[in-house]
């Protein structure tokens, strides 16, 4: 370590730490005593209290030697220099990592630890990977908050089991079908509010989702209402359903692989499904990114008016974002119907759209790579244990919080736009 | 006509409450430009509070009606205020210097936050309460269809009129409310001028709090029934009365309250009880491409 280069350590102040911890404890004990401090049970079908002081105490101690550590932390650490962003990973090694990570999915099945169980759980990541990678376009790219991307994800799940059911098309021939509907409804939301201005667009885009999803709740009569669509067809291996029986006529992928029927080849085959949607995904955004529109998307984020100014227009290319990102989410609710078996409105709630904006945000919107971290993190975290769920969205509205301040480009920083205009702010910018 | 009466009695009631959690956002987006995304996540907080209070009154035997009112109202506010003060505090303002989008995706992951923290800690059951104010008084009969109007209307309703007008005294007379409308203006030239900008923001957050856990209040007494999610609802349809008295503008945003509140009265009452919901997102749609500056509100040039 260089040390001559940094000023000498600062002194810990304990006086006025110890001053603003207790001012913080006082705080915290003000906050807790209400609603930590009492709790609202039933007793026989009438509402009483329980106290829970010895909580509060806890809770309070637990905020007045937080808040020390952290100033005494703060004192004795050399003052942070701003410079460029770090990077937790520099170019070569982002390479180095997303290829092992490519190997490692191809292989999962196949691995010696690799259980059913694990396999299913990777699709659920891969899931949320595509619908971050799709959210990535519209967020992270372009610089539009959408919080209703859920919509898309409903749009694509609900086309795909409709026309499943209407006019008997298989997964593969909805697909696209999927995709192109979820897109063109980007494409009718995102016309009469592209105008917008960021904070009004994130709040009318979360008023769309909200519509889709109690339309979709409403409109029983096509949509089955509440009850949802169940009978969702499954994927077919080239026409070769993975059941153990087939109807006269249609070979069955086991019989024509004369091998043993074994439900983990469908799970199996689902996930190698999503694995290569995910990777189609991947390399179209990638290389979107590299063409004149990719350009101009990163461009319109960074300033609007200097775009208007050389002559782009940003209601086309915002436009032409939301569709895409749109599309991407309707392929992923397609696959995420034809996987479940059935769909209801239950799962397209704002939680939804929250908890996708929560992976690209701790990924680092723009990051292709961060986004599968925090996918695998989002996902696996409440399959830990009964308590770990239990925390799970409280941990990540604080980590949401905790990144905005002190990483707001995420845990993995994006590109950086290689001129500058101003340099950035102090803390952040 | 008797049961339009109860409808635009039933809408102004619904409307008094959103109009008070509409105040919230309208102070908060008019002095620092953001939307506090976890505004209806503080009247939640509110709700409760003033549950756990009226509970505790009930076991400590304190049940004189109006002295037990008066107590919650006041214990809902300073702990509510708290909560808001609580939030500015920790979320926004280490990001008031951050990128535009920054201080909404705090707000987002706060709101979420303080969600699963009340559900963590009060159960996810939906709590119900016995009625305290009880009873009514008949307004008119008309065609065999009587108006009712409970007494708790009429206090909703006085409450809401004499906090306004309380409040509309503050910000109009007291040196906090100059201060407040000065940052609203412009912050560096009040804070070169000796106004502490962070204090008057901070104040900012905490009456708009206590004015959310009046309406916390107002509605654990009006429905009986809330649990940790009413705030996600209340909070959209308060931000869209915001939006439609034009953000920024204080008597924009009870007017705005008041007609939503109106439209969801008649619009469950004459159209379709399901798609109540859908009106109000619509009418946020409609409002802000057709007139973002919104009824009362000044248009917002945007600079280079």
Known sequence: ?429 | MAYFVQQLINGLTLGSIYGLIAIGYTMVYGIIGMINFAHGDIYMIGAFVSLITLLGLTAVGISGVPIALALTLVSAMLFTGAYGWAVERLAYRPLRRSFRLAPLISAIGMSIFLENYVQLLQGAQVKALQPIVRGGFTLMRSGGFTVEVSWLQVVILVLTVALMTVFSLFIAGTPLGRAQRACEQDMVMASLLGIDVDRTISTTFIIGAALAAVAGLMVTLYYGVIDFFIGFLAGIKAFTAAVLGGIGSLPGAMLGGLLIGLIEAFWSGYFSVEYKDVSVFVILVLVLIFRPTGLLGKPDVEKV
């Open chain 1, 1 to 429: 370590m260089a040390e001559a280069a940094l000023p000498p350590p600062r002194r810990v102040h304990w006086q006025s730490l110890l001053k603003e911890a207790a001012l913080a404890a006082g705080v915290a004990l003000v906050l807790a005593v209400p609603l930590v401090g009492f709790e609202t049970i039933n007793v026989n079908a009438v509402l009483g209290l329980r106290t829970r002081f010895g909580w509060v105490a806890i809770g309070v101690a637990g905020v007045f030697a937080g808040r020390i550590l952290l100033g005494a932390a703060r004192s004795l650490m050399p003052e942070r220099r701003y410079g460029a962003p770090r990077l937790l990973l520099g170019r070569r090694h982002t390479t180095l990592a997303a290829t092992a990570a490519i190997i490692f999915a191809l292989a999962l099945p196949f691995l010696p630890f690799s259980s059913r169980y694990l396999v299913d759980l990777a699709t659920t990541v891969l899931i949320y990977v595509m619908l971050g990678w799709g959210l990535n376009v519209v967020v992270g790219l372009a610089g539009l908050l959408d919080l209703g991307y859920v919509a898309f994800y409903a749009v694509g799940a609900y086309s795909f089991a409709l026309f499943a059911q209407w006019f008997d098309l298989s997964f593969w021939e909805a697909l696209p079908l999927a995709g192109l509907l979820a897109a063109s409804f980007g494409i009718a939301l995102g016309f009469p509010v592209l105008r917008l201005r960021g904070d009004y667009l994130a709040i009318v885009t979360l008023g769309f989702g909200e519509i889709v999803r109690l339309v979709l709740l409403n409109w029983v009569p096509v949509t089955n209402g509440p009850n949802g669509i169940s009978n969702i067809p499954r994927p077919s291996f080239f026409g070769m359903p993975l059941t153990p029986h087939a109807p006269h006529g249609i070979t069955t992928f086991s019989a024509f692989f004369h091998v043993p029927f074994n439900p983990g080849q469908r799970i199996g085959f689902l996930y190698y499904v999503v694995l290569a949607l995910a990777l189609v995904t991947n390399v179209f955004t990638l290389r979107l990114r590299r063409l004149p529109i990719g350009r101009a998307w990163e461009a319109l984020r960074e300033d609007e008016i200097a775009c208007r100014a050389l002559g782009i227009n940003p209601t086309t290319i915002k436009l032409s974002a939301f569709a895409i990102g749109a599309m991407l989410g309707g392929f992923a609710g397609a696959f995420f119907a034809t996987r479940q078996g059935f769909i209801s409105p239950e799962s397209f709630t704002f939680i939804e759209s929250a908890t996708i904006l929560a992976i690209v945000v701790l990924g680092g919107s723009g990051s292709q790579l961060g986004v599968v971290l925090a996918a695998i993190v989002l996902v696996t975290l409440p399959e830990f244990g009964r308590g770990l769920a239990q925390y799970r969205m409280l941990l990540f509205g604080a980590a949401m919080i905790g990144i905005m301040i002190w990483r707001p480009r995420g845990l993995m920083a994006r590109r950086e736009p290689s001129l500058r205009l101003h340099p950035p702010r102090r803390g952040g910018g």
